[in-house]
């Protein structure tokens, strides 16, 4: 896993989610992303056209070749999937296939194909290219890796970037520009991790206090209002990070809503160095303090 | 509906190129908060001249966050719409989608209330 952070270079950022790990140029953002860690695709596009498409499931029995011949040809047509030709990766052993069509003619698209021993899931790439370059064989295909399911998990989506402990599975996101959330589970434990930014404009607008407080309109029905914060701090390697916390009960009318856990902790910390505010919340603070240290873990220094 | 004056279509490529113009004179008051408030001086619409008339100092005010204000700084008729997000995304260590979402919101919010003109080409 800490082999991945080192594949960002200057223009480039890291990208993970449910597993897939790979780095793209900075100005290659999601503008569409949809599924579960067994199926789901994600569009990334720059300011003015799309650029990447990804594509995964989880693979079912058959031979790895016939699939990959069917989904090339799905995708390109049966001549031009008649063209494509083995792509080497460079962790060849995690991948039990990769096949690579690259678009003779542009502008086209390339599509890269690969069965992955890892999770055994399927991905397909596909590359809108204007020109014909290597640009999608050198610096994209080559980071492109991915992680077993029972594992630890990086997440690293627009300027949001944690990592969960084994066990851990997304339960939903909410990406809107400057406040960032991903939810989380593990068997009956939940955790969410919001980050707000830049946290100067967000400490002109409300208090950490009063953002720490803010309960998803969901639960605002089940749990009471936090009455009463304390000061917490959050070590990491190099700094500690000062911040406040409290504590969600359940509404006492609701005693018998078993399906909600009884509190929930909440943790909110201001990172000065990268303006940024972390909140965390869920029902194992353990847990929720691991994600929050791990914050950032994909941002250049 | 036949005689509604068809609105001109922009391409996102030409919308990213244009450069936005102030439709506006006035002075940006700036907030303790970093924001700022926008006083404009309301126009008499000529059919109403008739109904009632409106005192000449009247004045509509518009308040901005501080990146509303930045953005609004950035509005001079030369810089276009991608270096204002560009510009954004580096002055609040954004990442340019995150820059580029609400920067165009707010630049079609200025649209629609006349503050802000995006001048197009004649084909």
């Given at each position: 896993m800490s082999s991945i952070s080192q594949l960002a270079t200057r223009n480039s950022q890291l990208l993970a989610w449910h597993g897939w790990n790979l780095a793209v140029p900075d100005t290659w953002n999601p503008v569409k992303v949809d599924g579960t860690w067994d199926q789901g695709l994600m569009l990334l596009a720059d300011m003015h056209q799309a650029k990447l498409g990804l594509r995964w499931r989880r693979a079912k029995r058959g031979d790895p070749e016939k699939w990959a011949d069917r989904a090339l040809k799905d995708e390109v047509g049966n001549l031009a999937a008649k063209q494509a030709a083995g792509f080497a990766m460079p962790e060849s052993t995690d991948w039990k296939v990769s096949?690579?069509?690259?678009?003779?003619?542009?502008?086209?698209?390339?599509?890269w194909v690969g069965w992955s021993n890892q999770s055994s899931r399927v991905l397909?790439?596909?590359?809108h290219v204007k020109t014909r370059d290597t640009f999608f064989e050198q610096q994209v295909l080559p980071t492109v890796s991915d992680t077993p399911e029972s594992g630890e998990q990086a997440w690293s989506i627009f300027d949001l970037s944690c990592k969960t402990p084994s066990g851990w599975k997304m339960q939903w996101f909410r990406l809107n520009a400057g406040d960032l959330t991903l939810s989380f589970k593990s068997k009956k434990k939940s955790?969410?991790?919001?980050?707000?930014?830049?946290?100067?404009?967000?400490?002109?607008r409300l208090k950490l206090d009063d953002w720490i407080g803010q309960i998803d309109k969901s639960l605002r029905k089940i749990y009471r209002e936090i009455?009463?914060?304390s000061d917490t701090t959050l070590d990491l390697p190099n700094r500690t990070l000062t911040g406040r916390r409290g504590v969600l009960y359940r509404k006492r009318r609701l005693f018998w809503a078993v399906m909600f856990t009884k509190k929930l902790d909440v943790i909110g910390v201001h990172d000065e160095v990268r303006n940024r505010l972390f909140i965390a919340q869920g029902d194992d603070e353990p847990a929720m303090r691991e994600m929050l240290k791990s914050m950032g873990w994909a941002k250049k220094a | 509906m036949l005689f509604r004056k068809k609105k001109p279509h922009m391409s996102a490529e030409q919308a990213l190129d244009a450069k936005p113009v102030r439709l506006v004179e006035a002075e940006m008051q700036p907030?303790?908060?970093?924001?700022g408030m926008l006083k404009v001086s309301l126009k008499q619409p000529k059919w109403?001249?008739?109904l009632f008339r409106l005192p000449e100092s009247s004045t509509k005010s518009f308040e901005f966050d501080a990146i509303g204000v930045f953005v609004w700084d950035n509005i001079d008729g030369k810089t276009n719409v991608q270096q204002i997000i560009k510009r954004l995304a580096k002055r609040y260590d954004l990442n340019l989608r995150?820059?580029?979402?609400?920067?165009?919101?707010?630049?079609?919010?200025?649209?629609k209330k006349g503050l802000v003109g995006v001048p197009m080409e004649k084909k």
């Open positions: 096949k690579l069509y690259a678009d003779t003619d542009p502008p086209g698209r390339d599509v397909e790439i596909v590359h955790a969410n991790v919001r980050q707000i930014g830049p946290a100067t404009l967000a400490l002109t009455d009463d914060l | 907030l303790p908060d970093g924001g109403g001249q008739r995150e820059a580029q979402v609400p920067t165009v919101k707010f630049l079609e919010m200025l649209i």
